[in-house]
């Protein structure tokens, strides 16, 4: 199994910027694809963007494409999440996870970790 931490997460205004990490630990050895989720309040968790192990291959939800890119450092076992133009709809507790990329949306598969949490204000 991975363990997964989040952080970089804060209080932003709008049109602002923040890159997230996922900093991994344990079975770091298995080539892992990763994703990154969010959860607003009172509603369901959602994909955001995933990258495949390699990162040759990375994938967006539509609410994001062209605002955030999802990049990852394999040999410091770290997935970044570089988030631009934020906007108050932004506003998540965001976590990320090993996913599997056959599914649309991706499909988080591990555990979910505690997050990070991000608010930007209009």
């Known amino acids: 199994q991975v363990q997964l931490v989040e952080s970089g997460g804060g209080l932003v205004q709008a049109g602002g910027s923040l890159r997230l990490s996922c900093a991994a630990s344990?079975?770091?050895?298995?080539?892992?694809?990763m994703g990154w989720y969010r959860q607003a309040p009172g509603k369901e968790r959602l994909f955001v963007a995933a990258?495949?192990?390699?990162?040759?291959?990375?994938y967006y939800a539509d609410s994001v494409k062209g605002r955030f890119t999802i990049s990852r450092d394999n040999a410091k076992n770290t997935v970044y999440l570089q988030m631009n133009n934020l906007k108050p709809e932004d506003t998540a507790i965001y976590y990320c996870n090993t996913v599997l990329t056959s599914t649309w949306p991706p499909l988080g598969v591990g555990a979910w970790g505690q997050g990070t949490q991000i608010t930007v204000s209009s």
């Open positions: 344990g079975r770091t050895d298995k080539r892992y694809n």
């Open positions: 990258i495949t192990w390699s990162g040759s291959s990375t």
